[in-house]
């Protein structure tokens, strides 16, 4: 569809809507890049940021972000916190409306939570809430949705109880338990995030979505900001091949992107300066080892494998773009004070390592005589192509035989969360700026992101300790205590953090950067 085309059909869509024809001459279209297909547009059954970004645009939790990625009141005007930090009460914005001009009210919200919680959701994002009274135990089938520790006081108060202090909650639930209308849901099933069907609360509502081609956002005028948004219409499109994203971008089809091949990086930084930011973020890149498949339920065969990936290698000459190599599960820009423990082998010449991980391999029964075999599994990318590529040759170099395969990123992240595979690589961007984020990947009871079936009775008495510490230096040493142990058996080992890589016209306003990498479209304009 061409320009014109798309501005003719955004101007029909908001009359549909009821926005004045006055508001509708010259219509404001944001093209967006956004890596990959979502896995779904449910706020509750997805925790990928491809997904995130679009969600983000149509529903508003109780808190969210501003342009730079601070917390905000989202549909909670304001709130309050008990002296012992354990109870949060919260006041929804008067006369807010779902776009179907429903009110917005706290039962909504407890809906939300307990919809997020009920083990008949299968909700990847459940166990990040296990701070609230008796979410472990109703998502573990344990005990009824309804003992959950929220409820609405009245129409305008909701009340969440939690079993400990939680520093971060505030972060955590401007991405997570978003309201959903429960009477969509229950009328129209799985089916009621289809474009005819939805109903939310955020800036721009979904008007179509064509696998695999984009997905069209237009504005929602019963939102409770709608006067400070300037878009009429956002469509998303999924970049995950890089070189037809930048294609796109250079071609104006595209207003932004979000990933481009790296060996045009210097390129960029020499042509398109005024186009190009990077900005270190709370990303982190590592690799996954399926603890539940033997050979990778011994850890001496997983850290053979680990300590032998030469990082500052691919991040200087694979990756080139500002990337940090990682030998910690949590990002330098977000540590705060968070010293990790030292990796086991960091600091070892890459001869000793080689050596001690064939000793290791020959110690798990593997040598010339019977030789590790298995499937590396990465998504379809240029650059993990070759990342993966290096470290099948190191491999090689040890009588390794790893064998590549690459597949779309929702398929991968399917068979990741169903444990059908044996190695691969995948990507963790925190849920706020806490090391639990990252280390709360490795608990038992993360089944939805735990992708390596790590399960250690130790690790996760330690992270229990860490939820129930107020002190934050003996917080802190508990953290650090855990991530000792994560790095000492290597269920997953990381490679390197990420930086936010985008290009963006220079009439694009509004996007600004920020470590968390999100962008929220209510803030962006063009100015042409």
Known sequence: MSRKSQIAAAVLALLAFGVPPQETQAAMIFHRGNTAEPDSLDPHLTTSGYAGNIIFDMFVGLTTLDSKANLLPGAAESWTISPDGKTYTFKIRK???????????????????????????????????????????????????ESLGVRAVDTSTFEVKLLNPTPYFLELIAHRCYPVPRWAIEKFGKDWTKPANIVVNGAFKLAEWTPQSQIRLVRNPKFFANDTVKLDEVIFYPTEDQNSALKRYRADELDVIVNFPPSQYEWLKENLPKDLTSTQNYG??????????????????????????????????????????????????????????????????????????????AEAGYGPDKPLRFTFRYNTDDIQRRVALAAAQVWKTMGVESQLQNSELNILNADLRNGDYEVARYQWFAEYADPTSFLYLLESTTVGDNHSKYNNPEYDAVMQKVYQEADIAKRTNLMREAEAIALRDSPITPINFYVSKRLAKPYVKGMDANPRGINISRYVTIER
Request: glycine share 4%; no cysteine.
């Open 95 to 145: 006369g807010m409306l779902w776009s179907d001009g429903t009110p917005v009210t706290a039962e909504d919200f407890a809906y939300a939570f307990r919809r997020t919680m009920d083990p008949k959701t299968a909700s990847r994002a459940a166990p990040m809430l296990y701070m609230i009274s008796n979410a472990r135990e109703i998502n573990s089938g344990k005990a009824p949705v």
């Open 284 to 361: 982190l890149l590592y690799y996954t080892f399926n603890t539940r498949k033997a050979p990778f339920n011994d850890p001496r065969v997983r850290n053979a494998l680990a300590m032998t990936l030469d990082r500052e290698m691919f991040v200087d000459k694979i990756m080139r773009g500002g990337e940090l190599a990682a030998y910690s599960l949590i990002p330098e820009v977000m540590r705060k004070g968070y010293v990790p423990p030292p990796s086991p082998w960091h600091n070892v010449p890459m001869a000793e390592r080689m050596t001690k991980a064939k000793a290791l391999l």
